[in-house]
């Protein structure tokens, strides 16, 4: 298994990071994962799925013999994909840099698959962005976190009730240069 100082270099791999949002709260198969990534070679999935499996953040749940050949499907392992405080505070400025412009990336490629989609219209109801200043304290920022995941844990499987599927994305980004009112002792 990765240690905590490269899971960051696991997960944030833009192909990784493709493999991960297509088995988030679900099952997949390779074959699945062939068919939502088209771009990707068979081999070269294969190696990402791999390195994923031995990081913990992806286990076969099953394998089974398609063809002669062992299909494996997969979720997600005991280990969170999620690079952590700790992970973050330990990367250099342009570390974090290119890890933040990987995300913003792939979140601008998810965009255009969905306004490129046949049913983009229908789907618009499920689209939202936005961008709001919080005044928080670390504690304010703790427990508004630990309420997020508290509300989206219920929803992070596929129930198979229909539900619509949606990317949530969250980018938390401190101002370096608030309003001189809201400075601390201002």
Known sequence: MAEPADLADVILHPVRFRILQQVG?????????????????????????????????????????????????????????????????????????????????????DFERFVDAD??????????????????TTDDLAALQNGLSELITPLLADSGDGKQRVLFSTALVPDPDPPPASRPGA
């Open 25 to 109: 709260g679900r099952d997949v198969t390779t074959a699945d994962l062939r068919t939502a990534l088209p771009d990707v070679s068979q081999a070269t999935l294969y190696r990402h799925v791999a390195a994923l499996v031995d990081a913990g953040i992806l286990a076969v749940a099953e394998e089974r013999r398609v063809r002669g050949a062992v299909e494996r499907t997969l979720t997600l392992g005991d280990r969170m994909a999620h690079v952590d405080a700790p992970e973050l505070h330990a990367m250099k400025s342009a570390e974090l840099r290119r890890w933040f412009l990987t995300f913003l990336a792939e979140l601008g490629r």
């Open 119 to 136: 049913d983009a219209a229908v789907l618009r109801d499920f689209v939202g962005f936005g961008q709001v200043p919080l005044y928080v």
